[in-house]
């Protein structure tokens, strides 16, 4: 196979111009282009008001490649293409008797299961929430109703915390062994649309990936793995720092030797059980803030000029970064083009937002978290749970702010940055259900996260036009960006720094930010819980 990089086309082009451009590049006939398999597909918006093109990464098969490529040798973007496909790294043998554990069914687990269900390892899932269907119910009962179940919910059940997300699956890890794509893989086998393969920015949306998951959950039962939902584990078997089993919140026992824990950034009361039993868990940063919302169509016109619409292109998004006076980055986080945002509390008495969308990002806004990085040296000196009760403290406040019934506390831009409480919407109308309640943010949280917000908005409208309009909504609050402890793992066999068998992993345990990085990390735990689990076998 060849590879073609920044092979460029017009955003109308027709749909054999890709095929006569890759001839004309290679300078070849067409007879003699055998196959195309478009790797990645971006767009270059530099030059909004004249030409946005498309800029594609093609991969090819051809005939003589050997002579192609030798013709191409001192072309950068002509090369060999890698061998992106995914090789099991283990297989089970038939009598295999010590299955392993998965605490948690978000991304993280979802996608350890599916591996070891395919190697053969017959995994036991543990959820603590429920099922997709039940959990939609339960979700929706606070959108709706402002009733909260705490075991099911935003954050708890079955697809984890990504469920009902923007699905944006894309991610700046490094990733040599190409195992995004392998998630990807396993997501369009499940019914994802095929272009998540190849457009640059990929996206699901939520009611998509809800049956995706239902479907991959369906492939790991048929190869002989179970998922047990409404299962919480509320402690940890460990003798002699070998993990040896967990105990369900309903009294059953587990017995394993190898235990996945993909626990999602929410699990506080998994995070206490942890340190209570003396797992390696250390306090890290992570950031807070508001949510913003504008009109889409005010963030297309800045960011696609004149091609703002252009259904090749879709919703725009953006990213912006700010480094206030004060020493503090205040950086937007989790851009949700089209979308609403949404309460995502998993605990009574606590107000905390976040954004999705669905894959036709077709809402009336754009919404993104404004937030502002913390660390514990500085913002939460303590023990290693001190963030995570910081997050509690402020989300308190959040529903204090808000009234006390899951509303969320409000507040328009312009108030914002001139000091002054809100009263009355303009133009833009919060998405946020239950519904928000205007008032004044700064008592939400912290003078320096205030400062450096009301710094940032300003210098964020003259990057985007618009930004810091008067009538542009700021929603509270965002605190659980991402996990604000790691649970500490060896970097080689992925285990816990001081207990033997149980593999920290995911967004919880710090080793992952979104649902792409979770599947992917959750992949690798596998891998390395597969090679000890058969090496434990060889040496019994
Ligand atoms: P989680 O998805 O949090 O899953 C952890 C699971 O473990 C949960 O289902 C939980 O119930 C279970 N669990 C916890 N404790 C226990 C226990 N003791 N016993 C049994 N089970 C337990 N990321 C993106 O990349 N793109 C997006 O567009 C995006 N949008 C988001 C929108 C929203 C509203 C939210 C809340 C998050 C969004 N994210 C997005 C972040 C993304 O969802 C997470 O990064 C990702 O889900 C982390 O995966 P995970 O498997 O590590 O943890």
């Known amino acids: 196979m060849i590879r073609i990089n920044e092979l460029s086309l017009p955003l109308d082009h027709s749909d054999d111009a890709l095929r006569r451009a890759i001839v004309k590049r290679l300078n070849i006939r067409d007879a003699d282009l055998l196959d195309v398999t478009v790797f990645k597909r971006s767009y270059d918006a530099r030059k909004k008001n004249s030409a946005i093109v498309f800029i594609y990464i093609v991969d090819l098969e051809v005939r003589d490649e050997g002579k192609v490529l030798a013709r191409f040798a001192n072309d950068l973007h002509v090369r060999p293409a890698p061998d992106t496909r995914y090789y099991p790294v283990a297989e089970a043998p038939a009598n295999l008797e010590a299955r392993p554990l998965v605490i948690g069914f978000g991304p993280c687990g979802l996608f350890a299961a599916l591996l070891l269900a395919q190697m053969g390892f017959r995994p036991i899932v543990l959820e603590r929430g429920k099922n997709v269907r039940s959990r939609t119910k339960d979700t929706w009962a606070l959108w709706r109703k402002k009733v909260l179940s705490p075991e099911s919910n935003v954050q708890f059940g079955e697809g984890g915390a990504g469920l009902f997300s923007d699905g944006k699956l894309y991610?700046?890890?490094?990733?040599?062994?190409?195992?995004?794509?392998?998630?990807?893989?396993?997501?369009?086998?499940?019914?994802?649309?095929?272009?998540?393969?190849?457009?640059n920015k990929p996206h699901i949306g939520t009611f998509r990936l809800t049956g995706v998951v239902a479907k991959m959950r369906e492939e790991i039962i048929a190869l002989g793995g179970e998922v047990r939902f409404e299962s919480r584990v509320t402690d940890l078997l460990i003798d002699n720092g070998q993990v040896e089993g967990v105990v369900l919140a309903n009294g059953d026992t587990l017995h394993s030797r190898h235990v996945i824990l993909a626990l999602g950034h929410s699990s506080r009361d998994t995070f206490r059980m942890l340190h209570r039993q003396g797992v390696h868990i250390e306090a890290k940063p992570f950031a807070i803030g508001f949510r913003i919302e504008h009109p889409q169509g005010m963030i297309d016109k800045?960011?696609?000029?004149?091609?703002?619409?252009?259904?090749?292109?879709?919703?725009?998004?953006?990213?912006?970064?700010?480094?206030?006076?004060?020493?503090?980055?205040?950086?937007?986080?989790?851009?949700?083009?089209?979308?609403?945002?949404?309460?995502?509390?998993?605990?009574?008495?606590?107000?905390?937002?976040?954004?999705?969308?669905?894959?036709?990002?077709n809402e009336r806004n754009a919404n993104s978290g404004i937030v502002v990085g913390i660390n514990p040296e500085q913002d939460f000196p303590g023990d290693a749970l001190a963030g995570v009760e910081l997050q509690e403290r402020l989300e308190e406040r959040a529903y204090e702010l808000g009234g006390s019934d899951y509303c969320a506390p409000a507040q328009l831009v312009g108030d914002f940055i001139r000091g002054v409480p809100s009263s009355e919407f303009g133009e833009v109308e919060p998405s946020y259900t239950p519904g928000v309640r205007l008032g004044d943010l700064s008592p939400s949280l912290p003078a320096f996260a205030i400062d450096a917000i009301r710094e940032a908005l300003p210098a964020f409208g003259r990057k985007i036009r618009g930004f810091d309009r008067d009538n542009a909504i700021l929603t509270g609050i965002e605190t659980r960006t991402s996990s604000p402890v790691r649970i500490t793992r060896h970097h080689d066999t992925l285990q816990s720094l001081n207990t033997r068998g149980l593999y920290p992993a995911g967004e919880g345990a710090g080793y992952a930010g979104g649902i792409l990085s979770a599947g992917v990390d959750g992949i690798k735990v596998a891998e390395a819980l597969a090679k000890a689990l058969l090496s434990d076998m060889d040496a019994a």
């Open 171 to 199: 991610s700046q890890i490094k990733d040599p062994k190409f195992y995004a794509r392998k998630v990807m893989h396993e997501f369009v086998r499940a019914g994802a649309p095929e272009e998540i393969m190849y457009v």
């Open 302 to 361: 800045a960011r696609l000029g004149k091609y703002a619409g252009h259904p090749a292109l879709g919703a725009a998004d953006y990213k912006l970064v700010h480094h206030a006076k004060n020493g503090r980055a205040v950086y937007s986080f989790c851009m949700c083009p089209g979308g609403t945002v949404v309460a995502a509390t998993s605990e009574p008495g606590r107000v905390v937002t976040n954004g999705m969308s669905q894959y036709s990002r």
